[in-house]
Each structure stands twice: as structure tokens, then as C-alpha cells.
């Protein structure tokens, strides 16, 4: 057996490899086979794992409110927005660059030539201790930890079928105690997470969208695609809450994501803009 495709394995949302990027794509088990649902369209199935009841109900609210944003028509219409903006975006090292255009197709199943299907359950966790209010507001507005990922089951876990989003407290801090752009940057995280549980193989959490993978680098001006989808929903968020009004959707993007200067997601932007202040680059603390 040759060395694993690490690719394949995990999704990257800032860099951090969960535990089941050392192991082979993970099999359905006897007792828990893999069923797609052949409905058409942005339908991820993701649900809350193991975390303690006092999160629970705020990490399932989270998650409706993502999956929500994620299968609007206001996204659709803003990811077509976009994609007029950045033709085409990078997928994966098999895939490499694809139209814009096409990814949608293949987020809502649509594509005649690519069965790429939403993995039947994918479980979020968090990680980290709580979440502390950061003294000032020039860097993260939340002291805790900022790992994101995405990937199969770990191996030795009850019901390897499914899959695990990993989040690191940050992000939760900003959807249940941040400020609405803080939020918006919560929304850009999850959704950006999900989008790594379209899977290429109904019987294997083979990724069909990936951002970090060996020895592979998009060219500058080139969105990855899991992070062109993040920050799609974000924006779309902030106009949809009158954050931003739509001339502004632009200026959202390349405030959080510009490939142009080879930056995926600015994170630390999410804690630039209080107090109404306008989204706009130019605008951010820290440049």
C-alpha cells in the first residue's frame, strides 16, 4: 500500500490537519453504509457531534443559519455576481483550475460529468478552551483557538461512515458573542468547512473540494474555491443583515479575500470594522 493521498483526506480551513490526515479514505462499515440523497441541489448534511450541552443549541443554530445562507437564491445570484469578478477558481490537484461557473454546478450536484454527492453526515465539533474577550481590537477579538478543518471520522470512532468538522473556539465566540461582522466571518468559516463534505465517491470521503494539498500553489489571482464559497456567504450575510448594500459586495471581497495578494481568508480582518465602520480594505486596522 503506497503513501496516503493527504490530499484527499483533509480539507484545510487555516492550515491545521486533523487527525485522519494520516490515515487511508475511510470505508462505510458493514452497519453503517453510505445512501445519498439524489435531490438536486446545495444539500449538505451536516449535523452537531459530540460537544457539551450548553453549546449544542447555539452550534445547531449556527449550523441551520450556514446551510440556510448556503442554499439561498441571494447567494446563487451573489456567487454569479462573483464569478464575473473571478472566472475561475481552483479546485484540487486532479481537478486543478475549473470554471467558476462549473463549481456551482457541482456544489448543486448538477454537473452531467462528475458525480460529486454531500457526504450523508458530517458531524461539527469544537476544540479548545472558551473563548476570552481580547483586551483591544487590533488583531482577533477573541482570544482562543483558530484551527478549522474538515475530514473523515477518525479512525476508531463509532460509525465510520461520516464525516468531522473540527472548529476551534474562535469561531464560535464570534457566531454566539461577536459583533455582525465578527459573525459574518463565523458564517465565511462554516460555510468554507461544509463545502469540503462534497464528495467525489458515494463509499469514500474523498474530497471534491480542496485548498491545501502537497506541493501545489494556485496562481496568484486565483481563488481556491472552498474559500471563494466563504467568503461569497459572508458577504452575502452582511448584505442580507444591512451591513453592506449590494454596490459594496466587491469591496467585501477583497476586505476578507484577495487572491490578487495571495490571501485566502484575512482573519484577522473580521475585528477592523466596529461600529458601523464601512467595509472597505482601505478601512482595516491592520493593512
Same mark, same amino acid.
Given at each position: 500500500?503506497?503513501?496516503?493521498?493527504?490530499?484527499?483526506?483533509?480539507?484545510?480551513?487555516?492550515?491545521?490537519?486533523?487527525?485522519?490526515?494520516?490515515?487511508?479514505?475511510?470505508?462505510?462499515?458493514?452497519?453503517?453504509?453510505?445512501?445519498?440523497?439524489?435531490?438536486?441541489?446545495?444539500?449538505?448534511?451536516?449535523?452537531?457531534?459530540?460537544?457539551?450541552?450548553?453549546?449544542?443549541?447555539?452550534?445547531?443554530?449556527?449550523?441551520?443559519?450556514?446551510?440556510?445562507?448556503f442554499q439561498?437564491?441571494?447567494?446563487?445570484?451573489?456567487?454569479?455576481?462573483?464569478?464575473?469578478?473571478?472566472?475561475?477558481?481552483?479546485? +484540487?490537484?486532479?481537478?486543478? =483550475? #475549473?470554471?467558476?461557473?462549473?463549481? $456551482?454546478?457541482?456544489?448543486?450536484?448538477? !454537473? /452531467?460529468?462528475?458525480?460529486?454527492?454531500?457526504?450523508?453526515?458530517?458531524?461539527?465539533?469544537?476544540?479548545?478552551?472558551?473563548?476570552?474577550?481580547?483586551?483591544?481590537?487590533?488583531?482577533?477579538?477573541?482570544?482562543?483557538?483558530?484551527?478549522?478543518?474538515?475530514?473523515?471520522?477518525?479512525?476508531?470512532?463509532?460509525?465510520?461512515?461520516?464525516?468531522?468538522?473540527?472548529?476551534?473556539?474562535?469561531?464560535?465566540?464570534?457566531?454566539?458573542?461577536?459583533?455582525?461582522?465578527?459573525?459574518?466571518?463565523?458564517?465565511n468559516t462554516?460555510?468554507?468547512?461544509?463545502?469540503?463534505?462534497?464528495?467525489?465517491?458515494?463509499?469514500?470521503?474523498?474530497?471534491?473540494?480542496?485548498?491545501?494539498?502537497?506541493?501545489?500553489?494556485?496562481?496568484?489571482?486565483?481563488?481556491?474555491? +472552498?474559500?471563494?464559497?466563504? =467568503? #461569497?456567504?459572508?458577504?452575502?450575510? $452582511?448584505?442580507?443583515?444591512?451591513?453592506? !448594500? /449590494?454596490?459594496?459586495?466587491?469591496?467585501?471581497?477583497?476586505?476578507?479575500?484577495?487572491?490578487?495578494?495571495?490571501?485566502?481568508?484575512?482573519?484577522?480582518a473580521c475585528?477592523?470594522?466596529?461600529?458601523?465602520?464601512?467595509?472597505?480594505?482601505?478601512?482595516?486596522?491592520?493593512?
Amino acid at each position: 500500500m503506497g503513501k496516503p493521498n493527504y490530499a484527499q483526506l483533509v480539507g484545510f480551513g487555516v492550515g491545521l490537519c486533523l487527525t485522519a490526515c494520516s490515515n487511508e479514505p475511510i470505508a462505510p462499515t458493514a452497519q453503517s453504509s453510505a445512501v445519498f440523497d439524489p435531490t438536486k441541489g446545495i444539500n449538505p448534511n451536516i449535523v452537531v457531534g459530540e460537544v457539551s450541552p450548553k453549546d449544542a443549541d447555539a452550534l445547531s443554530q449556527w449550523i441551520e443559519e450556514a446551510v440556510a445562507l448556503f442554499q439561498s437564491p441571494k447567494f446563487e445570484t451573489n456567487f454569479m455576481r462573483a464569478s464575473s469578478l473571478f472566472p475561475e477558481v481552483y479546485v +484540487s490537484k486532479s481537478q486543478d =483550475i #475549473i470554471l467558476t461557473s462549473l463549481l $456551482l454546478q457541482r456544489l448543486k450536484t448538477d !454537473d /452531467p460529468y462528475l458525480s460529486a454527492l454531500w457526504w450523508p453526515k458530517t458531524y461539527v465539533v469544537l476544540n479548545g478552551e472558551t473563548a476570552v474577550q481580547s483586551e483591544n481590537r487590533e488583531g482577533f477579538g477573541f482570544e482562543a483557538l483558530r484551527n478549522a478543518g474538515a475530514g473523515p471520522f477518525p479512525v476508531g470512532e463509532i460509525g465510520t461512515a461520516t464525516g468531522e468538522i473540527e472548529l476551534g473556539r474562535l469561531h464560535f465566540a464570534r457566531y454566539t458573542q461577536g459583533d455582525t461582522v465578527e459573525k459574518s466571518c463565523a458564517m465565511n468559516t462554516m460555510v468554507h468547512e461544509i463545502s469540503h463534505t462534497l464528495s467525489d465517491r458515494p463509499d469514500i470521503f474523498w474530497m471534491h473540494v480542496l485548498d491545501t494539498e502537497e506541493d501545489v500553489t494556485p496562481p496568484r489571482g486565483i481563488f481556491e474555491a +472552498s474559500y471563494f464559497v466563504g =467568503i #461569497i456567504a459572508q458577504c452575502t450575510y $452582511l448584505e442580507d443583515v444591512g451591513r453592506i !448594500d /449590494p454596490s459594496g459586495f466587491e469591496a467585501c471581497i477583497r476586505t476578507f479575500s484577495d487572491p490578487a495578494s495571495a490571501s485566502r481568508f484575512r482573519s484577522i480582518a473580521c475585528d477592523d470594522f466596529p461600529d458601523g465602520t464601512a467595509i472597505r480594505p482601505e478601512n482595516r486596522i491592520i493593512q
